[in-house]
């Protein structure tokens, strides 16, 4: 998703037409409205639906690519819980602890754990289906167009622009995300997820590779010839395929690792001999799942 939001900043950047100031301020102006709401703790959900609309209709009026709007939409949404002093399993154990429950006392625990979930991953949760199954989908299909003929492979085999298009995808992608994963944790704004080790982020970062949406999207604006267009796009579904590949033979095998370091941990410590019988390589191992 981060680099799906760099490539969104370069769309608009190099590809926004003649500015309309007046619709530009429209939408800014709405967006400060939806920031004073956030303030306001108002939550009502068809407001915020209404208001992103009419934001990314005055964006496109504006000659600003109208995906800036989502992405200014997406950075007001809060990411922390609206209650974060609750937590769903304190609010489970004082229900279990009740030996009569009513229909008010369900509906109020439903409501305090939901309120103890991040906003975004609600949104997330709610929004995962239609974009999995029938926005994306319609997205690729659209902007897919691809011609594959033997005439066309062997084109695009020897185009620089394919090959440029793919080691993009598929070198840029895993250096570019890893890169600033590893320089964000080294530096303190992120941390490492538990358990996860450098292998994951490998295989992670590898998946960002799978570009046959932004990228095709870019495509079609960086390229007004149609020849460069069509290797381009076959070095997108090339790479695609290539980065899904190794990001699942990565991340199986960082999977086994994982496995077999736990495996080998919980047998040394269960015997009392963990300094003694593991060696070097599996307590980092252990030091690193356990960070």
Same mark, same amino acid.
């Given at each position: 998703?981060?680099?799906?939001?760099?490539?969104?900043? =370069?769309?608009? +950047?190099?590809?926004?037409?003649?500015?309309?100031?007046?619709?530009?301020?429209?939408?800014?102006?709405?967006?400060?409205? =939806?920031?004073?709401?956030?303030?306001?703790?108002?939550? !009502?959900?068809?407001? !915020?639906?209404?208001?992103?609309? +009419?934001?990314?209709?005055?964006?496109?009026?504006?000659?600003?690519?109208?995906?800036? #709007?989502?992405?200014?939409?997406?950075?007001?949404?809060?990411?922390?819980?609206?209650?974060?002093?609750?937590?769903?399993?304190?609010?489970?154990?004082?229900?279990?602890?009740?030996?009569?429950?009513? /229909?008010?006392?369900?509906?109020?625990?439903?409501?305090?754990? *939901?309120?103890?979930?991040?906003?975004?991953?609600?949104? %997330?949760?709610?929004?995962?289906?239609?974009?999995? !199954? +029938?926005?994306?989908?319609?997205?690729?299909?659209? $902007? #897919?167009?691809?011609?594959?003929?033997?005439?066309?492979?062997?084109?695009?085999?020897?185009?620089? =622009?394919?090959?440029? =298009?793919?080691?993009?995808?598929?070198?840029?992608?895993?250096?570019? %995300?890893?890169?600033?994963? *590893?320089? #964000?944790?080294?530096?303190?704004?992120?941390?490492?997820?538990?358990?996860?080790? $450098?292998?994951?982020?490998?295989?992670?970062?590898?998946?960002?590779?799978?570009?046959? *949406?932004?990228?095709?999207? %870019? *495509?079609?604006?960086?390229?007004? $010839?149609?020849?460069?267009?069509?290797?381009?796009?076959?070095?997108?579904?090339?790479?695609?395929?290539?980065?899904?590949?190794?990001?699942?033979?990565?991340?199986? /095998?960082?999977?086994?690792?994982?496995?077999?370091?736990?495996?080998?941990?919980?047998? #040394?410590?269960?015997?009392?001999?963990?300094?003694?019988?593991?060696?070097?390589?599996?307590?980092?191992?252990?030091?690193?799942?356990?960070?």
């Amino acid at each position: 998703m981060a680099d799906d939001l760099g490539a969104i900043g =370069v769309i608009a +950047v190099f590809y926004s037409t003649s500015i309309r100031f007046v619709w530009l301020g429209a939408a800014i102006a709405l967006l400060v409205i =939806v920031w004073l709401m956030r303030r306001r703790r108002i939550w !009502y959900g068809p407001l !915020y639906l209404f208001i992103g609309i +009419v934001v990314w209709y005055c964006m496109l009026k504006s000659g600003v690519h109208a995906t800036v #709007a989502g992405v200014a939409m997406g950075f007001l949404t809060p990411t922390d819980a609206l209650r974060p002093d609750l937590d769903s399993e304190s609010v489970i154990n004082r229900l279990e602890g009740q030996s009569e429950l009513t /229909a008010a006392d369900v509906a109020a625990a439903s409501f305090l754990i *939901t309120e103890s979930i991040p906003v975004g991953e609600r949104l %997330v949760d709610r929004m995962l289906p239609w974009t999995s !199954y +029938v926005i994306i989908p319609i997205f690729a299909l659209c $902007n #897919a167009g691809i011609l594959l003929t033997s005439e066309s492979l062997r084109a695009a085999a020897t185009s620089t =622009v394919t090959w440029g =298009v793919a080691l993009g995808l598929v070198v840029g992608k895993t250096v570019g %995300v890893f890169g600033a994963a *590893t320089i #964000a944790i080294a530096i303190g704004i992120a941390r490492r997820p538990r358990g996860a080790t $450098n292998l994951h982020m490998v295989g992670i970062a590898m998946a960002a590779g799978i570009g046959f *949406t932004v990228a095709l999207f %870019v *495509t079609g604006l960086a390229f007004t $010839n149609p020849i460069f267009t069509e290797e381009a796009k076959v070095g997108i579904l090339g790479a695609s395929a290539v980065a899904a590949l190794l990001s699942a033979v990565v991340l199986s /095998a960082a999977a086994r690792r994982s496995s077999a370091a736990e495996l080998a941990i919980e047998a #040394a410590e269960n015997a009392e001999l963990f300094d003694e019988v593991l060696p070097s390589d599996l307590i980092s191992e252990k030091r690193s799942l356990n960070d």
